[in-house]
């Protein structure tokens, strides 16, 4: 009789919760008209006296026309330069694994990233890894930094060339 009860139990259960379901909308999931922009100084402008009860609803349509294209603010292009980059606390050996790859025409964007490369490579030497264990990561370090121009010289020169240029000055 117990198991009976609990199967009764779980269809009523299943029976309302499906009914509260069906309730929510009609299955309809599409929107039925456009958004509309609108300024947030509206909001702002709305006299402070109002009762919660008199707010506009935000199911009611803005009355408040879309700002012509010209009035809208865009955001201000992104600089194709990086920003000079903080050398000050460079060693020696930084500047120069740092210039031997600006001989090679490679200019990162951060010291940052092309010391993590050479650090990289130097730790591959040291633990005996060779270039071909490298060259995977370092091509994908190479590649990712934002200054790379991949109409300049290939991904793989480019690893090519950090862990040459790391060998024969950072590794040291």
């Known amino acids: 009789m117990h198991r009976t009860r609990g199967k009764v139990l779980g269809v009523a259960v299943a029976i309302a919760a499906s009914g509260l379901l069906a309730a929510c909308g009609g299955n309809d999931s599409t ?9 947030t100084t509206t909001a702002a402008a709305a006299p402070s006296s109002a009762a919660p009860s008199e707010a506009p609803s935000s199911t009611e349509p803005s009355s408040a026309a879309p700002a012509p294209s010209s009035e809208l ?8 330069e990086p920003a000079p980059a903080d050398t000050s606390k460079l060693t020696d050996k930084d500047k120069k694994f740092l210039d031997g790859l600006k001989s090679e025409g490679i200019v990162p964007s951060t010291p940052d990233i092309a010391l ?10 040291a633990a005996g890894a060779t270039e071909a264990d490298m060259t995977t990561f370092v091509n ?24 040459s240029t790391a060998k024969s000055t950072y590794c040291q």
Not at 31 to 39: D, E, F, K, V
Not at 73 to 80: F, G, H, S, T
């Open 31 to 39: 929107a039925s008209s456009t958004p509309t922009l609108t300024s």
């Open 140 to 163: 994908a370090m190479a590649g990712s930094d934002p200054s790379f121009d991949s109409s300049k010289m290939s991904v793989e020169d480019a690893g090519k060339k950090y862990i």
């Open 73 to 80: 603010e865009r955001p201000q292009p992104v600089p194709n």
């Open 116 to 125: 993590s490369i050479g650090t990289y490579v130097c730790q591959g030497v």
